[in-house]
Every structure is written in C-alpha cells, then in structure tokens.
Nanobody, 122 residues
Framework: QVQLVESGGGLVQAGGSLRVSCTASGRSASLYTMGWFRQAPGKEQEFVATINQSGSYTNYANSVKGRFTISIDNAKNTVYLQMNSLKFEDTAVYYC???????????????WGQGTQVTVSS
C-alpha cells in the first residue's frame, strides 16, 4: 500500500506561479512512476503530467506544455509540479497518483492522493 499526500495548493493571480508537491510513503513507494491529474468543477478528471521513477521521462498534456514542469526527488519520495504562467482555466483540484507506467490514462495508476485545490483568479 502506498499513501500519497499533496500540498502546496492555494490562490494565485493569473500569470503567477505555484508549486504543488506530493509525498509518497509506504511499501515500495520509491518504485512507482508518478502523475498529476486535475479536475475542474463540472468537468471530467484530466491528465496533466507524468514522470518515471528515474526522472528520465516526462510527458505533459498539451494544455500545460511549456508552462508546467514535473520533477521527482527520490531521496524524499516526492514529486513536484511547478506551474508557471497560470491561467484561470488551470483552476482545479490537483491529484497526485502513483502507478507502474508513466502514462496519461487513469488506469495506469494504482494509488491516488486526496487532492489539493489550485485557484487562479482572473
């Protein structure tokens, strides 16, 4: 079992930056690839970014490419999502997930965090 705890969400103005973190704990937590998903009010949960265990592979949704950066610190079992040039439409609950494949589909991920709210004011 792996536990995931997100932190770092909050309120930011459009054009600003925010970094959210996700720390994994539990059995073999360091062996998983990590991903970020988000869900805006009234919308389906969508893929944001993923990174493999070594950090050598990353993938992003087109909507955040060039603005968001995912990174991993294996010594801390923590994955980060640096969000720059934030837009109103980035407002959502951001969820961290751990899985075996660094993919963009939810079914690749076995464990999920509770989510952290990111609100971008226009």
């Amino acid at each position: 079992q792996v536990q995931l705890v997100e932190s770092g969400g909050g309120l930011v103005q459009a054009g600003g930056s925010l970094r959210v973190s996700c720390t994994a704990s539990g059995r073999s937590a360091s062996l998983y690839t990590m991903g970020w998903f988000r869900q805006a009010p009234g919308k389906e949960q969508e893929f944001v970014a993923t990174i493999n265990q070594s950090g050598s592979y990353t993938n992003y949704a087109n909507s955040v490419k060039g603005r968001f950066t995912i990174s991993i610190d294996n010594a801390k079992n923590t994955v980060y999502l640096q969000m720059n040039s934030l837009k109103f439409e980035d407002t959502a609950v951001y969820y961290c997930a751990a899985g075996r494949v660094a993919g963009s589909q939810k079914y690749y991920y076995d464990y999920w965090g509770q989510g952290t709210q990111v609100t971008v004011s226009s």
